[in-house]
């Protein structure tokens, strides 16, 4: 029986789309460095409904996307999910609000229903076309992976691990 908790690690974005692809990059980054039974990840590109298709339960989902709620490229935030609809968020670029899409998921998906939802997000500072990240946000990534890596530290989710 495992005792740490199911985590599942979630990348959204864009990488056509320069800093939109942040989450995505953050992701395969963590991915590289955790290797724990009860961690899982998953890509979800620009499409946060695919996540229906995964069945199991999670005790917490992490999210990692671009957020821009109008402050200095490269602002970390770091909220849960009633917190995110606090921020202004007007500048979306999905098609539908990702704190909308995680609400509509936590009533249609029972697998969901329990989960604590946390939102790591990052200012971007240029998503237009072009693949790549802007210097300033791809140092917050790396600060970004840092503070995912010791949320789960701290939940016992597993063994801090160094990583290149």
Do not use: W
Request: hydrophobic content about 45%; aromatic content about 8%; overall charge negative.
């Amino acid at each position: 029986m495992n005792v740490f908790p199911k985590i599942l690690i979630v990348g959204a974005g864009n990488t056509l789309m320069k800093d939109d692809g942040l989450g995505l990059i953050a992701l395969h980054k963590l991915q590289k460095m955790i290797n724990c039974e009860n961690i899982h990840f998953f890509d979800s590109g620009t499409d946060i409904f695919k996540l229906m298709t995964i069945q199991d339960e999670y005790e917490k989902i992490i999210i990692l996307d671009a957020i821009q709620a109008g402050n200095e490229p490269g602002t970390i935030y770091r909220l849960n999910l009633n917190e995110i609809d606090n921020i202004n968020t007007s500048k979306s670029v999905h098609q539908i609000k990702i704190t909308e899409a995680l609400k509509l998921l936590k009533i249609i998906q029972n697998n969901f229903l329990k989960a604590e939802i946390i939102f790591y997000g990052i200012e971007p500072a240029d998503i237009s076309l072009g693949e790549g990240v802007t210097a300033v946000v791809q140092k917050s990534i790396k600060y970004l992976v840092d503070l995912v890596s010791m949320e789960l530290a701290d939940a016992r989710s597993y063994d801090c691990q160094k990583y290149n």
